[in-house]
């Protein structure tokens, strides 16, 4: 470049780069305001926590666990323990109680609103209207008002007599509940299950080969069908072979004794190790990413920032699983344990009978409570409001989101599929459905988890779920905190649970978009 | 008709879009509802189906013998203000006359530029002639009763009802309604012929004329009131308790108020300063309605010459002196140490007292707090005298609101208060609500700016708290507050219950805001950012003056969204033992047996309770769905 | 401030120093050691295919991107962690974006006035009287009571200009002004550009403008993959260059 540089260090090279005091510098600046926060924030909870602890001394309240283990000798109206031993087991009927709710809620609120959904786009005024009517008035009044008007109506209902039934005696309806038929588990389920499982794996496989052909020869091969007879031949031939199985009792039986002897401070070192592992391997793969051909690069101060939380985050774990709760440790050994022999007892002797069984409801007497059991699939007054409330005031959200997304498709897709020779029903399977349900799915997501947070509102109307008899153990022991924090723990594990799956389908509904 | 103008003034006003032309009658029912024969079929099984619902909704409403609608009727009172004293009920009235006045006075001030076409309005009185006539055709039998009055009953146990005539016969007053609806549909329709379609009515007027015509039936209809006999069986109501007829007067000063404060607030529209001027009372109008008219507080005068005003004088003067240093633009970075000293003396009021260094009145310590604020600002207003004077008068006018307001809340209470709070009913669900949302929307705010701040930690703080409370249901947050908050708070603090719902509230609904604010922040381009940093815009100004806006603009049509919902998700306070309206429907009412006897009337109430719910979340989403609209169509 | 005043009174002549600037992106580096010096008044054109650091370069004269290694000094001022100085600078510098990056909420007007009247403390009316003034150099007065999105895209970057120049910027930095323009409104914002530059602005232009580069530049600087390959007056550079690399760039776009 010769007598072109212009390159003049000379005044540069004469003067240090001066550092600004602390008070101006940006960085310094930036943590200290961070740092600030995450002080007053923390301190603001030690206040706090300290204050209630006083209060809760002072009231001879003590913030632990223990009502989990004692028997609290309350009934639960319906469940799968209607007499739970200890406070655990009866929040435990109250989780289940809560899922079956909020599993039932989303298939039937899917099926509504898709069904309501489309209506709600018809070409046809009168099916457009009546569609557009339920969705107005189902989403502006609050879902507990509704199920309180069900449950009033419910509960208003007759005596519960022989004449109770409807559709010729499939089912019965009074102030007591509804009862329909039922299709159960029987003894031999777990070990058919073995079949169905083998089936599944088979029926992937053979799916897989399937749709290979289809691709590398353009022969049709019903790849789906053929899963399906898969599955079907190992249903059926599993009927009637599964007591085979009968001997993994044993074997089960065997892993949950061994399970059994593994000693708490094995298992402690064991799950240290895997937090002190992740942690190192997080940094390790952290700092791999920043490598550069030239060495290290320098790191920004939210790298730093970065590491150290990692670090302190397995500190903590650690510190948590070795001195705040071993008992974690004890937990996880007894429930590997308890679910191993759980298994050998379902495989065991006399476990060999029918899969499945049905059966009609029948009533015992004129006024008898059903019970959940034998009498058919009972739903109480209680569950009946519940389901009704949270299902069809879900279902008026869901139609929304699914009009919303068919819309979102711009009307060039439909355009170009009928350009391209597509008749109407496989554009629509083709092409519109697939981008309308990317579109709806996150927000599907959402209402989803709004469904299972709306069934919290059991309490209201005396159905046992998981709040309803946290709130009874509550009263009975006055450990609110406890509770309080049962409670949230259950239902961030459920949100999560939620995100997670939908998250898996965005991302391979996005995979299938590029 | 005055407010009646044609579409020629209108378009002056307002863009309209032009209305579809309207297919013959016999061609629109061929293409809408019997295009094919698969279509004609669902309209039949459809009609089917909205007939028998409609006919059930109708008859379990109203022909039952199980309902009795005095349930709600006299009671009407206990649904809306609950508990408060009947002495000093005036005050209730107060109230409500100051949120309309300001109400007119904006309707005024604003002149939002709605219109509705005449075609619209007939079709509304058609419509509503038509459903009513519908829904008095769809009456069932009368029952019949036995000579002692008991019903009749047939051999299955149901209940024996009489011919369709003779059910018809007790609805004669909806068949009256219902003609005169049409009467006055038609009378518009054809009365203006091919006009209907271009004449405007503003929906200012037009509201304002249906809220006279509800309030001049008060006069002419009885509603609730009605004489019974004690020895025919028939219930007679409590005078007392009867709403409808003590109210008319009352409503009518109401009606008048809004009309003229309207007026008022059209006269003056050209003067300055009074737009900001309203709003700054709509948010005081909560604060002040609720401390000062309904709670009717005690002052201690003599507290406030010797210790109110003096604090408030100290506070004013050198409070302001100190600011008015502060905006002086030579003053560089000795002003923001300055403001941070203020922030740590703040901050040490508070600590000092949680130690048991020092007493200090509560008021001293949020001055020092609202000081330091006012200071940490301080440079955005730095200028010319003239605006370093409005800063000073700013921070005056509001350490005055704040000092009068804790004067007011540490004031005792006058009512006579027969349960442990004056609160309750739909008065209550209003003030939770608006309370809710006037805090939990800077605090939503403040949130999404942390989390999608560059700096990590308050990413950390934000996103753990949204996530957290958006994972949880709002009935354990509100079981949390409920039964935690008082064991939390430090000796001699103490929060009502229904304060403590509202805190559950106002933390539940930010986090939820925030994830709207942050969809809106998130449309914010980058380069947007990089121009305010590039002309030397502070953080705080580039937040507040560029990026804050946008995204504001982005997420109303969201914010509206989540209002509705909050309003909804107040119906909730009913299960943690709060008097709302829905626990007085599900609860209190169906218990009542004197003085008249409601015993198990739950179902009225409950499906009053939904249509209050359905009128007020109805509305907001229409509205809500037309600012989108118009957002929408602005944007593009 | 002493230092960075001493600095200042010796070098008067030199409004930006750039000494080794580096700047990296994850493990990929930006800048590889730029060094360059522009004189007061002096107009410089940065020239170089895409992804050759040019953008980064000025954008990290008024610290949009904080550079890593090496120093930059502006009028005197170094850019550093203080943030006195990256407030000096960045009023001291106006910047002009490919995208114009009008704030769509605010009037042409209040786009102009804003950061006087909240950076410089300016009193409203004097800002919006030389708002008008600025509006008037550029040439759209009449626009004033609009919204960006109601002004053609030659007009809103000629706002973006006036926009930069209300701050009294001594160094004007354009990032492509003209890229994002139709053909028929480039001219009227070079118009502009060349009329600032006549008026004795100092100047850093990245574009693909080659005449406007020929007809105004006092010196034009070719980067390529994050270094300055060649520096010269327009003349040397479109008739003479003598590295390699700026040949093969001249033949592929002349």
Same mark, same amino acid.
């Given at each position: 470049?010769?007598?072109?540089?212009?390159t003049?260090?000379?005044?540069l090279?004469s003067?240090?780069?001066?550092?600004?005091?602390?008070?101006?510098?940006?960085?310094?600046?930036?943590?200290?305001?961070?740092?600030?926060?995450l002080?007053l924030?923390v301190?603001?909870l030690?206040?706090?926590?300290?204050v209630?602890g006083?209060?809760?001394?002072?009231?001879?309240?003590a913030?632990?666990?223990?009502?989990l283990?004692?028997?609290?000798?309350?009934?639960?109206?319906?469940?799968?323990?209607?007499?739970?031993?200890?406070?655990?087991?009866?929040?435990?009927?109250?989780i289940?109680n809560?899922?079956?709710?909020?599993?039932?809620?989303?298939?039937?609120a899917?099926?509504?609103?898709v069904?309501?959904?489309?209506?709600r786009?018809?070409?046809?005024?009168m099916?457009?209207?009546a569609?557009?009517a339920?969705?107005?008035?189902?989403?502006?009044i609050?879902?507990?008002?509704?199920?309180?008007i069900?449950?009033?109506?419910?509960?208003g209902?007759?005596?519960?007599?022989?004449?109770?039934?409807?559709?010729?005696?499939?089912g019965?309806?009074s102030?007591?509940?509804?009862?329909?038929?039922?299709?159960?588990?029987?003894?031999g389920f777990?070990?058919?299950?073995?079949?169905l499982?083998?089936?599944?794996?088979?029926?992937?496989?053979?799916?897989?080969n399937r749709?290979r052909?289809?691709e590398?020869?353009?022969?049709?091969?019903?790849?789906?069908?053929?899963a399906?007879?898969?599955?079907?031949?190992?249903?059926?031939?599993?009927?009637?072979?599964?007591?085979?199985?009968g001997?993994?009792?044993?074997?089960f039986?065997?892993i949950?004794?061994?399970?059994d002897?593994i000693?708490?401070?094995?298992?402690?070192?064991?799950?240290?190790?895997?937090?002190?592992?992740?942690?190192?391997?997080?940094?390790?793969?952290?700092?791999?990413?920043?490598?550069?051909?030239a060495?290290?690069?320098k790191?920004?101060?939210d790298?730093?920032?970065?590491?150290?939380?990692?670090?302190?985050?397995?500190?903590i774990?650690l510190?948590f699983?070795?001195?705040?709760?071993?008992?974690?440790?004890?937990w996880?050994?007894?429930s590997g344990?308890?679910?191993?022999?759980?298994?050998?007892?379902k495989?065991?002797?006399?476990?060999s009978?029918?899969?499945?069984d049905a059966?009609?409801?029948t009533?015992?007497?004129?006024?008898?409570?059903?019970?959940?059991?034998?009498?058919g699939?009972?739903m109480?007054?209680?569950f009946?409001?519940m389901?009704?409330?949270?299902?069809?005031?879900?279902?008026?959200?869901?139609?929304?989101?699914?009009?919303?997304?068919?819309?979102?498709v711009?009307?060039?897709q439909?355009e170009?599929?009928?350009?391209?020779?597509?008749?109407r029903?496989?554009?629509?399977r083709?092409?519109?459905?697939?981008?309308?349900f990317?579109?709806?799915?996150?927000?599907?997501?959402?209402q989803y988890?709004?469904?299972t947070?709306?069934?919290s509102?059991?309490?209201a109307?005396?159905?046992a779920?998981?709040?309803?008899?946290g709130?009874?153990?509550?009263?009975?022991?006055?450990?609110?905190l406890?509770?309080?924090?049962?409670?949230?723990?259950f239902?961030?594990?459920?949100?999560?649970?939620?995100s997670v799956?939908?998250?898996?389908?965005?991302?391979?509904?996005?995979?299938?978009?590029? | 008709?005055?407010g009646m103008?044609?579409?020629e003034?209108?378009?002056?006003v307002?863009?309209?879009p032009?209305?579809?032309?309207?297919?013959?009658?016999?061609e629109?029912?061929?293409?809408?509802?019997?295009?094919?024969?698969?279509?004609?079929?669902?309209?039949?099984?459809?009609?089917?189906?909205?007939?028998f619902?409609?006919?059930?909704?109708?008859?379990?409403?109203f022909?039952?013998?199980?309902?009795?609608w005095?349930a709600?009727r006299?009671?009407l009172?206990?649904?809306?203000?609950?508990?408060?004293?009947?002495?000093q009920?005036?005050?209730?009235?107060?109230?409500l006359?100051?949120?309309?006045?300001l109400?007119?006075?904006?309707?005024?001030?604003?002149s939002?530029d709605?219109?509705?076409?005449?075609?619209?309005?007939?079709?509304?009185?058609?419509?509503?002639?038509?459903?009513l006539?519908a829904?008095a055709?769809?009456?069932?039998?009368?029952?019949?009763?036995?000579?002692?009055?008991?019903?009749?009953?047939d051999?299955?146990?149901?209940?024996?009802?009489g011919s369709w005539?003779?059910g018809l016969?007790?609805?004669?007053?909806?068949?009256?309604?219902?003609?005169?609806l049409?009467?006055?549909?038609?009378?518009?329709?054809?009365?203006?012929?091919?006009r209907?379609r271009?004449?405007?009515?503003?929906?200012?007027n037009?509201?304002?004329?249906g809220?006279?015509?509800?309030?001049?039936?008060?006069?002419?209809?009885?509603y609730?009131?009605?004489n019974?006999?004690?020895?025919?069986?028939?219930?007679?109501?409590?005078p007392?308790?009867?709403?409808?007829?003590?109210?008319?007067l009352?409503?009518?000063?109401?009606?008048?108020?809004?009309?003229?404060s309207?007026?008022v607030?059209?006269?003056?529209?050209g003067?300055?300063l009074?737009?900001?001027l309203?709003?700054?009372?709509?948010?005081?109008?909560?604060?002040?309605?609720?401390?000062v008219?309904?709670?009717?507080?005690d002052?201690?005068?003599?507290?406030?010459?010797?210790?109110?005003l003096?604090?408030?004088?100290?506070f004013?003067?050198?409070g302001g002196?100190?600011?008015?240093?502060?905006?002086?633009p030579?003053?560089g970075?000795?002003g923001?140490?300055?403001?941070f000293?203020?922030?740590?003396?703040?901050?040490f009021?508070?600590?000092?007292?949680?130690?048991?260094?020092?007493?200090?009145?509560?008021k001293?310590?949020?001055?020092?707090?609202?000081?330091?604020?006012?200071?940490?600002?301080?440079n955005?207003f730095?200028?010319?005298?003239?605006?370093?004077?409005?800063f000073?008068i700013?921070?005056?006018?509001?350490?005055?609101v704040?000092?009068y307001?804790?004067?007011?809340?540490?004031s005792a209470?006058?009512?006579n208060?027969r349960?442990?709070?004056?609160?309750?009913?739909f008065?209550?669900t209003?003030?939770?609500?608006?309370f809710?949302?006037?805090f939990?929307?800077?605090?939503?705010?403040?949130?999404a700016?942390a989390?999608?701040s560059?700096?990590?930690?308050?990413?950390?703080?934000?996103?753990?708290?949204i996530?957290?409370?958006?994972?949880?249901?709002?009935?354990?947050v509100?079981?949390?507050?409920?039964?935690?908050?008082?064991?939390?708070?430090?000796?001699?603090?103490?929060?009502?219950?229904?304060?403590?719902?509202?805190?559950?509230?106002?933390?539940?609904?930010?986090?939820?805001?925030?994830?709207?604010?942050?969809?809106?922040?998130?449309s914010?381009?980058?380069?947007?950012?990089?121009?305010a940093?590039?002309?030397g815009?502070?953080?705080?100004?580039?937040?507040?003056?560029?990026?804050?806006?946008?995204?504001?603009?982005?997420?109303i049509?969201?914010?509206?969204?989540?209002?509705?919902?909050?309003?909804k998700?107040?119906?909730?306070?009913?299960?943690?033992?709060i008097?709302?309206?829905?626990?007085?429907?599900?609860?209190?009412?169906?218990n009542?047996?004197?003085?008249?006897n409601?015993?198990?009337?739950?179902?009225?109430g409950?499906?009053?309770?939904?249509?209050?719910?359905?009128?007020?979340?109805?509305a907001?989403s229409?509205?809500?769905?037309?600012?989108?609209?118009?957002?929408?169509?602005?944007?593009? | 401030?002493? /230092?960075?005043? $001493?600095?200042h009174?010796?070098?008067?002549?030199?409004?930006?120093?750039c #000494? =080794?600037?580096? @700047?990296?992106?994850?493990d990929?580096?930006?800048l590889?050691?730029?060094?360059?010096?522009?004189?007061?008044?002096?107009?410089?054109v940065?020239l170089?295919?895409?992804?050759?650091?040019?953008?980064?370069?000025i954008?990290?004269?008024?610290?949009?991107?904080?550079h890593q290694?090496g120093?930059?000094?502006?009028?005197?001022?170094?850019?550093?962690?203080?943030t006195?100085?990256i407030?000096k600078?960045?009023s001291?510098v106006?910047?002009v974006?490919?995208?114009?990056?009008?704030?769509?909420?605010?009037t042409?007007? /209040?786009n102009? $006035?804003l950061?006087?009247?909240?950076?410089?403390?300016?009193?409203?009316? #004097? =800002?919006?009287? @030389?708002?008008?003034?600025?509006?008037?150099?550029?040439?759209?007065?009449?626009?004033?009571?609009?919204?960006?999105?109601?002004?053609?895209?030659?007009q809103?970057?000629?706002?973006a200009i006036?926009?930069?120049?209300?701050?009294?910027?001594?160094?004007?930095?354009?990032?492509?002004?003209?890229?994002?323009?139709?053909?028929?409104?480039?001219?009227e914002?070079?118009?502009?550009?060349?009329?600032?530059?006549?008026?004795?602005?100092?100047?850093?232009?990245?574009t693909?403008?080659?005449?406007?580069?020929?007809?105004v530049?006092?010196?034009?600087?070719?980067?390529?993959?994050?270094?300055?390959?060649?520096?010269?007056?327009?003349?040397?550079?479109?008739?003479?260059?003598?590295?390699?690399?700026?040949?093969?760039?001249?033949?592929?776009?002349?």
């Amino acid at each position: 470049m010769g007598e072109q540089r212009v390159t003049s260090t000379s005044t540069l090279a004469s003067t240090q780069a001066t550092k600004p005091p602390w008070y101006r510098d940006t960085t310094i600046v930036k943590w200290f305001a961070q740092v600030a926060a995450l002080v007053l924030v923390v301190g603001a909870l030690a206040f706090l926590a300290i204050v209630g602890g006083d209060n809760l001394e002072a009231k001879d309240i003590a913030t632990d666990f223990d009502f989990l283990n004692i028997n609290q000798g309350f009934d639960i109206s319906e469940g799968i323990d209607s007499d739970p031993d200890t406070g655990g087991r009866a929040l435990w009927v109250g989780i289940v109680n809560t899922l079956r709710l909020a599993v039932a809620g989303m298939f039937v609120a899917t099926i509504l609103g898709v069904l309501i959904g489309v209506a709600r786009l018809s070409q046809n005024w009168m099916v457009n209207k009546a569609a557009s009517a339920y969705i107005e008035t189902l989403r502006n009044i609050p879902v507990i008002v509704q199920i309180f008007i069900y449950a009033a109506v419910l509960g208003g209902l007759g005596r519960l007599t022989a004449d109770s039934d409807f559709l010729w005696g499939l089912g019965y309806i009074s102030a007591k509940g509804v009862s329909l038929p039922r299709v159960f588990v029987a003894d031999g389920f777990y070990q058919w299950a073995v079949f169905l499982v083998i089936g599944s794996v088979v029926g992937f496989f053979v799916h897989r080969n399937r749709v290979r052909l289809q691709e590398s020869t353009g022969r049709i091969t019903y790849p789906n069908l053929w899963a399906l007879g898969v599955l079907t031949a190992f249903a059926i031939v599993g009927w009637f072979a599964h007591p085979m199985w009968g001997f993994l009792s044993g074997v089960f039986g065997s892993i949950g004794d061994a399970w059994d002897s593994i000693p708490q401070i094995l298992m402690q070192l064991l799950l240290s190790a895997l937090v002190v592992f992740s942690a190192a391997s997080w940094i390790r793969r952290f700092l791999d990413s920043k490598r550069t051909p030239a060495g290290l690069a320098k790191l920004t101060d939210d790298d730093i920032f970065r590491i150290i939380f990692a670090g302190v985050g397995g500190v903590i774990g650690l510190l948590f699983l070795m001195v705040l709760w071993p008992g974690l440790s004890s937990w996880i050994v007894n429930s590997g344990s308890d679910f191993w022999h759980f298994l050998a007892d379902k495989f065991g002797d006399g476990r060999s009978g029918q899969p499945v069984d049905a059966m009609m409801p029948t009533i015992e007497g004129e006024g008898t409570l059903l019970k959940y059991g034998p009498q058919g699939l009972t739903m109480t007054v209680g569950f009946a409001a519940m389901f009704l409330g949270v299902t069809l005031y879900t279902a008026a959200f869901i139609a929304e989101i699914v009009r919303g997304g068919i819309l979102a498709v711009p009307k060039g897709q439909s355009e170009a599929a009928s350009a391209i020779g597509l008749n109407r029903a496989q554009s629509l399977r083709q092409v519109i459905l697939p981008q309308a349900f990317r579109v709806s799915l996150p927000p599907l997501g959402n209402q989803y988890l709004n469904l299972t947070k709306n069934t919290s509102l059991g309490i209201a109307v005396g159905y046992a779920d998981v709040v309803s008899i946290g709130n009874t153990l509550l009263n009975q022991s006055g450990k609110a905190l406890s509770v309080i924090a049962l409670w949230m723990l259950f239902y961030l594990a459920c949100s999560l649970s939620i995100s997670v799956v939908v998250n898996w389908f965005n991302v391979r509904m996005k995979i299938v978009e590029r | 008709m005055s407010g009646m103008i044609t579409v020629e003034e209108a378009e002056e006003v307002v863009a309209l879009p032009p209305e579809q032309p309207s297919l013959p009658p016999g061609e629109w029912i061929r293409k809408n509802l019997f295009s094919s024969i698969g279509n004609g079929v669902l309209t039949v099984l459809f009609a089917l189906l909205l007939v028998f619902a409609f006919r059930g909704l109708v008859n379990f409403a109203f022909e039952n013998p199980e309902r009795d609608w005095d349930a709600v009727r006299a009671n009407l009172r206990l649904y809306m203000t609950f508990a408060y004293p009947l002495d000093q009920y005036v005050r209730v009235w107060v109230s409500l006359g100051i949120v309309l006045s300001l109400s007119g006075l904006s309707a005024g001030l604003w002149s939002p530029d709605g219109y509705v076409s005449a075609r619209r309005i007939s079709t509304w009185f058609l419509g509503g002639g038509a459903v009513l006539l519908a829904a008095a055709l769809a009456v069932q039998g009368q029952l019949q009763r036995d000579e002692n009055g008991e019903f009749l009953i047939d051999e299955d146990l149901e209940l024996i009802r009489g011919s369709w005539a003779s059910g018809l016969g007790s609805r004669i007053s909806w068949f009256a309604l219902a003609a005169i609806l049409i009467g006055a549909g038609a009378a518009i329709w054809f009365g203006l012929g091919d006009r209907r379609r271009n004449t405007f009515v503003r929906t200012v007027n037009l509201t304002y004329a249906g809220f006279g015509v509800i309030v001049g039936s008060l006069w002419v209809v009885r509603y609730g009131h009605y004489n019974g006999s004690p020895a025919e069986g028939t219930h007679y109501a409590d005078p007392d308790s009867l709403v409808a007829m003590s109210t008319r007067l009352p409503w009518t000063v109401m009606w008048v108020l809004l009309g003229v404060s309207y007026f008022v607030g059209k006269a003056v529209r050209g003067w300055p300063l009074l737009k900001p001027l309203a709003l700054t009372f709509w948010g005081l109008l909560p604060f002040f309605v609720f401390w000062v008219v309904l709670r009717d507080p005690d002052i201690d005068w003599a507290h406030v010459w010797t210790t109110d005003l003096p604090m408030y004088l100290a506070f004013a003067v050198i409070g302001g002196a100190v600011l008015f240093t502060l905006t002086n633009p030579s003053l560089g970075e000795i002003g923001r140490a300055l403001a941070f000293v203020l922030l740590l003396v703040a901050v040490f009021t508070f600590v000092g007292g949680f130690f048991g260094w020092f007493s200090m009145l509560q008021k001293a310590r949020l001055s020092f707090v609202f000081l330091a604020a006012f200071a940490l600002v301080a440079n955005n207003f730095a200028g010319e005298f003239a605006k370093r004077r409005t800063f000073v008068i700013g921070w005056l006018l509001t350490l005055g609101v704040m000092h009068y307001f804790v004067t007011l809340i540490n004031s005792a209470s006058t009512l006579n208060i027969r349960s442990d709070s004056f609160l309750g009913g739909f008065m209550f669900t209003i003030f939770a609500a608006v309370f809710g949302l006037m805090f939990s929307f800077p605090l939503g705010v403040l949130l999404a700016l942390a989390r999608t701040s560059s700096l990590p930690i308050f990413r950390l703080l934000a996103t753990t708290f949204i996530e957290v409370v958006r994972g949880i249901p709002f009935i354990t947050v509100l079981f949390f507050f409920s039964i935690m908050l008082p064991l939390f708070l430090p000796e001699g603090m103490e929060v009502a219950e229904h304060g403590a719902v509202i805190v559950g509230l106002v933390l539940f609904s930010s986090a939820y805001l925030a994830e709207n604010v942050r969809g809106g922040l998130q449309s914010v381009r980058r380069g947007q950012y990089e121009a305010a940093d590039a002309t030397g815009l502070t953080t705080a100004q580039r937040t507040g003056l560029i990026v804050l806006p946008q995204a504001l603009r982005v997420s109303i049509p969201p914010l509206v969204g989540q209002t509705i919902s909050s309003y909804k998700e107040t119906s909730l306070f009913a299960i943690v033992g709060i008097f709302d309206f829905l626990r007085i429907a599900n609860n209190v009412v169906p218990n009542q047996s004197s003085p008249i006897n409601f015993v198990g009337h739950k179902r009225e109430g409950l499906l009053f309770v939904s249509l209050i719910y359905w009128i007020g979340s109805y509305a907001m989403s229409k509205y809500s769905q037309k600012l989108e609209k118009k957002l929408g169509v602005g944007s593009r | 401030m002493t /230092d960075a005043m $001493t600095l200042h009174a010796s070098s008067t002549a030199e409004m930006i120093v750039c #000494d =080794a600037v580096d @700047k990296w992106y994850g493990d990929f580096q930006a800048l590889k050691g730029v060094s360059a010096t522009i004189a007061e008044r002096e107009v410089v054109v940065v020239l170089g295919p895409s992804g050759s650091g040019k953008s980064t370069w000025i954008r990290c004269i008024n610290r949009l991107e904080a550079h890593q290694g090496g120093r930059i000094v502006v009028d005197g001022v170094e850019l550093t962690n203080d943030t006195r100085n990256i407030e000096k600078i960045r009023s001291e510098v106006g910047m002009v974006f490919q995208q114009f990056n009008l704030f769509p909420h605010l009037t042409v007007l /209040d786009n102009i $006035t804003l950061a006087p009247r909240w950076v410089r403390k300016v009193p409203k009316a #004097d =800002a919006e009287a @030389k708002a008008m003034e600025l509006l008037e150099t550029v040439g759209i007065p009449e626009q004033a009571e609009k919204f960006p999105g109601q002004l053609s895209g030659g007009q809103q970057q000629r706002v973006a200009i006036a926009r930069a120049l209300a701050m009294e910027p001594r160094v004007m930095l354009f990032d492509e002004p003209t890229s994002a323009l139709d053909p028929e409104m480039i001219k009227e914002v070079l118009d502009v550009m060349k009329g600032l530059a006549r008026s004795g602005m100092t100047m850093i232009v990245v574009t693909h403008e080659m005449g406007f580069a020929r007809e105004v530049a006092d010196r034009i600087i070719f980067m390529e993959s994050g270094e300055i390959v060649e520096v010269g007056t327009p003349e040397h550079f479109f008739t003479n260059p003598t590295e390699d690399r700026t040949k093969l760039f001249l033949s592929q776009i002349l």
